[in-house]
């Protein structure tokens, strides 16, 4: 079986990017024939691995044409025109409760279209018109080996070398969509400069110049949570009290990331909106205790036993995501509760026996439902469907449409 | 009441209740300096206000504590957001703040 893939962002350091090399390495690990078009130019720049480079490039070389077309694509930007013949699918997923609109049009040039979560075979159907038979539900998964358990070699601190007795963090494209004003203001809440805990924040270059402005907005007293009545009763600790918090805004190399997760005591990660969310998955295979939000996609895995999930108080605008895409505007996010997010912080910081037994348990799931091995199987099967014959996709669908 | 500069004025209100929103009149032992709005200069850092024992029952004075303490909180907030982005700009740690960059030391 021949597979053409047109995944542009693919040499990327993005989420989506590691994503898509895993889908394509487990994809040709079981056999199927990889054909990766559209990629302009191929020069070694460092950020993914020379070893990972090489594979991909060894994709690059064919001279028959695809049984079946896949575009990876974020955003429903499907590259598809009149010179891809034979049955095209496309993946894709989306973060808010409505799709933007212009996903009804990308999508009908697809004969079948990929989404990553139970939640996106939702938004897609309703907001976007993809009729079900249309639609696979394919999740992405996780490299279970690489995001294992096991002592880091680094260990986490600032350039005093401080000791912390308790250090958790998040990692994200630094923004109000991944609920970092929860975060900030729970961990002013909770702790205070003596208390030996950090918060570790690791975000993007923007987050370079919005974080200062969110600790400034902290340190005066003014509230970065949308709940004024709370705001009001936590505000005396949460700018006296000035706990620890260390930041870095500096990309790293794909094999750093496990390391960096496996530094810390437990993973937050209070998103407003994921079409799939991979980084908490990624620290639950890792063993960590996770809180995030049980809203969009990450509803299917944030399950109390394995995780601290963060109840959503339904679906609200958020204007202060606007600047990262016009498809935000106006669109509906969900509204992680902060009480709930902080004490699920605060469960875990006063009980570790309990947070290390859900963690134990969370990676046990991961390896059981979301494994790459697990995943792409999943994926090679429906090509076989397709390739039999069979163009519904209704053995795909999640359980809960079965 | 005492107000306590950071600059040159030391100033001694002993009837807050006149003050409050108003503009009171810094000055220089001996001399007037400016007149400004105590509020503004709680910000901009010129003075500091302390309360003595004697004045904790003068009427209003919860109310403008509260306002005095939002505007130094504020002005601190600026303050601090500055030196921030400064920090990580020039990837700077200073063992006074509480935000640093991270280390990751090889284990």
Not at chain 1, 172 to 198: I, M, N, P, Q
Not at chain 1, 331 to 359: C, M
Request: proline fraction near 6%; hydrophobic fraction near 40%; glycine fraction near 6%.
């Amino acid at each position: 079986m021949r597979l053409g893939i047109i995944a542009p962002l693919v040499f990327g350091s993005s989420g989506f990017a590691r994503a898509g090399r895993q889908i394509m390495f487990n994809l040709a690990d079981s056999g199927v024939e990889l054909q990766l078009y559209g990629i302009p130019k191929l020069s070694y720049d460092g950020i993914i691995s020379r070893e990972e480079f090489n594979r991909l490039s060894e994709f690059t070389i064919f001279d028959t044409l695809p049984d079946i077309w896949f575009n990876l694509a974020p955003q429903c930007m499907f590259s598809y025109n009149e010179s891809h013949k034979g049955y095209k699918i496309g993946m894709s997923m989306f973060e808010t409760l409505y799709n933007p609109p212009s996903f009804i049009q990308q999508c009908t040039k697809c004969d079948e279209i990929w989404v990553p979560s139970e939640f996106n075979f939702t938004t897609f159907n309703e907001s976007s018109k993809v009729p079900k038979e249309k639609l696979a539900y394919m999740p992405l998964g996780v490299e279970t080996d690489l995001y294992s358990p096991r002592p880091s070699k680094y260990k986490i601190t600032d350039s005093f070398n401080t000791g912390y007795d308790f250090v958790y963090g998040i990692i994200c494209g630094y923004s109000a969509r991944k609920g970092v004003d929860l975060v900030l203001t729970a961990h002013h809440e909770l702790f205070t400069e003596s208390s030996r805990v950090a918060l570790f924040i690791k975000g993007d270059s923007y987050g370079a110049k919005l974080f200062p402005k969110d600790m400034a907005t902290i340190y005066s007293g003014e509230s970065l949570i949308n709940d004024i009545k709370i705001h009001k009763e936590i505000r005396a600790k949460t700018y006296k009290n000035k706990p620890i918090i260390l930041y870095s805004f500096q990309s790293y190399p794909d094999d750093m990331i496990p390391e960096i997760l496996l530094s810390l005591d437990a993973f937050v990660f209070p998103s407003r909106g994921e079409g799939f969310g991979l980084p908490p998955m990624e620290a639950m295979s890792c063993e960590l205790p996770v809180v995030a939000t049980s809203g969009t996609s990450m509803e299917e895995f944030m399950l109390p036993d394995i995780s601290y999930p963060v109840k959503s108080n339904g679906w609200k605008p958020d204007p202060r995501c606007d600047w990262i895409t016009n498809q935000y505007k106006d669109n509906l996010f969900a509204d992680p509760d902060y009480i709930s997010y902080r004490d699920a912080v605060w469960d875990i910081y006063s009980d570790r026996e309990t947070a290390k037994n859900k963690g134990i348990r969370a990676r046990q799931f991961v390896i059981e439902n979301y494994d790459y091995k697990v995943i792409t199987l999943r994926m090679k099967n429906r090509l076989k469907e397709i390739m039999n014959g069979k163009l519904s996709a209704e053995s795909f669908w999640p359980h809960k449409y079965v | 009441m005492k107000i306590i500069p950071n600059v040159r004025a030391t100033v001694y209100i002993s009837d807050l209740s006149l003050r409050v929103g108003e503009n009171p009149v810094l000055i220089e032992p001996g001399r007037v300096v400016s007149s400004i709005n105590l509020l503004d200069a709680v910000a901009q850092g010129l003075v500091k206000i302390e309360v003595a024992d004697n004045e904790k029952n003068v009427p209003g004075l919860t109310e403008f504590l509260e306002k005095v303490d939002e505007v130094t909180a504020k002005s601190l907030g600026i303050i601090l957001s500055e030196k921030i982005t400064e920090d990580i700009r020039k990837k700077r740690v200073t063992s006074d703040s509480p935000v640093r960059p991270v280390l990751f030391l090889k284990v």
